[in-house]
């Protein structure tokens, strides 16, 4: 109920400031056919189908001098060729509102809500998720931004996340983040402090409860315009829920990580930032043996620009609990890196590749599991008419995992064709 009205009194002050000016108003309908040959994403005996899926939706926007909120709602009917009883509704929507009430203090909050039964649909997409069960997937994200120097800002937000899955057998899940972020040159371009705080609860339906705190600390010295490097500190304490009675209470532990490391910063206009930490953390658990090793945080994006097109990179690494999942399997390290290239053979066919490496170790499983997960493949999009779009695409994934009974192998191909104009209509 304080999520409802949260979002609810976002929405009166946004609308309050943004109804008197331009509203924008943008319908669209699609049409697609999809291919998979391993529908259920299982080890062995994949089934393949044929699933068309029909939608109309519209966005809708208010954008006043302060102020902007912009609506978006896509149902989509999914019919499968060979299960018919798969048949049904998928929904799609989004809110995003921000608020500029003083000058240099910015309020904002975007929501986004998916029922569906495809895997893919999931907002924080996991490798665990296997069949064509119907889910709702819902993730919050709202906070207040503070700037009170050139470079020197101060933000508080809170995140969301809740999913509920219409198979019992499936984990559900609810988990909720306030956190903090502070960015202060005590030196005016030489010496910064960064800091991030965040607490998470996250509840689960048959998995044991957990709250985590997390803090990561940064000292930063600024040797260009574009490059610093940092000495930091990270600190995390993850405390479980557990029943004293119950006979299975060493199956999960308390823990806390201690990661010292060093670091640099490379920012190169908006095009280029890179950030990478190098360290070496040490986990103290409650029951088992104490382990340790070195570790890499990092957050990486980069676009090349050519003559028609663009190359995007992107990487991270690090370390989480596991607080959004099918399945509750806590403490992991991680790595993901993914690259898109686009490319203009004219001003109406477009095409792309894309590729993608998310490797994942859970620490916490006996014995530790490290699954690779692979996709890859291209699209050519045509812009037929200027209210009319058509796209071709193919996806090949594979999932390797410690566990054989988790592996798959999928290819999925896919033609949609969209209505939408190719601006909105407008009204003050």
Request: with cysteine; aromatic share 14%; hydrophobic share 35%.
């Given at each position: 109920?304080k999520?409802?009205?949260?979002?609810?009194?976002?929405?009166a002050?946004?609308?309050?400031?943004a109804?008197?000016?331009?509203?924008?108003?943008?319908p669209?309908?699609?049409?697609?056919?999809?291919?998979?040959?391993?529908?259920?994403?299982?080890?062995?005996?994949?089934?393949?189908d044929?699933?068309?899926?029909?939608?109309?939706?519209?966005?809708?926007g208010?954008?006043?001098?302060?102020?902007?909120?912009?609506?978006?709602?896509?149902?989509?009917?999914?019919?499968?060729?060979?299960?018919?009883?798969?048949?049904?509704?998928?929904?799609?929507?989004?809110?995003?509102?921000?608020?500029?009430?003083?000058?240099?203090?910015?309020?904002?909050?975007?929501?986004?809500?998916?029922?569906s039964?495809?895997?893919?649909?999931?907002?924080?997409?996991?490798?665990?998720?296997?069949?064509?069960?119907?889910?709702l997937?819902?993730s919050?994200?709202?906070?207040?931004?503070?700037?009170f120097?050139?470079?020197?800002?101060?933000?508080?937000?809170?995140?969301?996340?809740?999913?509920?899955?219409?198979?019992?057998?499936?984990?559900?899940?609810?988990?909720?983040?306030?956190?903090?972020?502070?960015?202060?040159?005590?030196?005016?371009?030489?010496?910064?402090?960064?800091?991030?705080?965040?607490?998470?609860?996250?509840?689960?339906?048959?998995?044991?409860?957990?709250?985590?705190w997390?803090?990561?600390?940064?000292?930063?010295?600024?040797?260009?315009?574009?490059?610093?490097?940092?000495?930091q500190?990270?600190?995390?304490?993850?405390?479980?829920?557990?029943?004293?009675?119950?006979e299975?209470?060493?199956?999960?532990?308390?823990?806390?990580?201690?990661?010292?490391?060093?670091?640099?910063?490379?920012?190169?206009?908006?095009?280029?930032?890179?950030?990478?930490?190098?360290?070496?953390?040490?986990?103290?658990?409650?029951?088992?043996?104490?382990?340790?090793?070195?570790t890499?945080?990092?957050?990486i994006?980069?676009?090349?620009?050519?003559?028609?097109?663009?190359?995007?990179?992107?990487?991270?690494?690090g370390?989480?609990?596991?607080?959004?999942?099918?399945?509750?399997r806590?403490?992991?390290?991680?790595?993901?890196a993914?690259?898109?290239?686009?490319?203009?053979?004219t001003?109406?066919?477009?095409?792309?590749?894309?590729?993608?490496?998310?490797?994942?170790?859970?620490?916490?499983?006996?014995?530790?599991?490290d699954?690779?997960?692979?996709?890859?493949?291209?699209?050519l999009?045509?812009?037929?008419?200027?209210?009319?779009?058509?796209?071709?695409e193919y996806?090949?994934?594979?999932?390797?995992?410690?566990?054989?009974?988790?592996?798959?192998?999928?290819?999925?191909?896919?033609?949609s064709?969209?209505?939408?104009?190719?601006?909105?209509?407008?009204?003050?």
């Amino acid at each position: 109920m304080k999520k409802t009205l949260m979002v609810c009194a976002m929405l009166a002050m946004c609308l309050s400031q943004a109804m008197a000016m331009e509203v924008t108003f943008s319908p669209r309908a699609m049409v697609s056919e999809e291919y998979t040959d391993n529908v259920d994403l299982t080890a062995d005996n994949e089934q393949e189908d044929f699933i068309t899926t029909t939608g109309v939706g519209a966005t809708l926007g208010f954008r006043g001098a302060t102020a902007g909120l912009t609506l978006a709602y896509d149902p989509e009917y999914a019919s499968y060729k060979n299960d018919s009883e798969l048949n049904s509704w998928r929904h799609y929507a989004s809110m995003d509102a921000n608020w500029q009430f003083a000058r240099n203090t910015r309020l904002g909050l975007i929501d986004s809500f998916v029922i569906s039964d495809d895997p893919e649909d999931e907002l924080e997409t996991t490798t665990e998720r296997r069949g064509r069960n119907r889910y709702l997937n819902n993730s919050i994200h709202g906070f207040i931004a503070h700037q009170f120097g050139r470079e020197d800002s101060v933000e508080l937000g809170y995140d969301y996340t809740w999913l509920d899955n219409e198979l019992e057998s499936i984990e559900d899940s609810q988990s909720e983040s306030p956190y903090g972020d502070l960015m202060w040159w005590f030196v005016e371009n030489q010496y910064g402090f960064q800091a991030h705080v965040d607490y998470t609860r996250s509840i689960f339906d048959r998995s044991d409860n957990f709250q985590s705190w997390f803090g990561d600390f940064r000292l930063r010295k600024r040797f260009t315009r574009h490059f610093d490097m940092f000495v930091q500190y990270a600190h995390m304490t993850t405390q479980y829920d557990k029943d004293p009675f119950a006979e299975d209470i060493d199956e999960v532990e308390d823990y806390t990580v201690y990661n010292p490391g060093v670091g640099f910063n490379y920012a190169a206009g908006e095009n280029t930032n890179i950030s990478v930490a190098v360290g070496y953390a040490f986990r103290d658990r409650e029951f088992s043996e104490d382990d340790e090793g070195p570790t890499i945080i990092s957050d990486i994006r980069t676009v090349i620009p050519y003559r028609r097109g663009a190359i995007t990179l992107d990487a991270s690494s690090g370390y989480t609990q596991d607080t959004f999942s099918t399945e509750n399997r806590g403490f992991n390290v991680y790595g993901d890196a993914g690259a898109l290239a686009e490319y203009g053979f004219t001003s109406r066919f477009i095409g792309d590749v894309t590729a993608r490496y998310h490797y994942v170790r859970y620490l916490d499983e006996d014995p530790v599991l490290d699954e690779h997960l692979v996709s890859a493949g291209p699209g050519l999009a045509y812009q037929a008419l200027s209210w009319m779009r058509f796209r071709l695409e193919y996806t090949y994934r594979t999932l390797f995992s410690d566990e054989p009974a988790s592996e798959y192998i999928e290819n999925r191909a896919m033609v949609s064709m969209i209505l939408e104009p190719s601006s909105p209509y407008r009204w003050n």
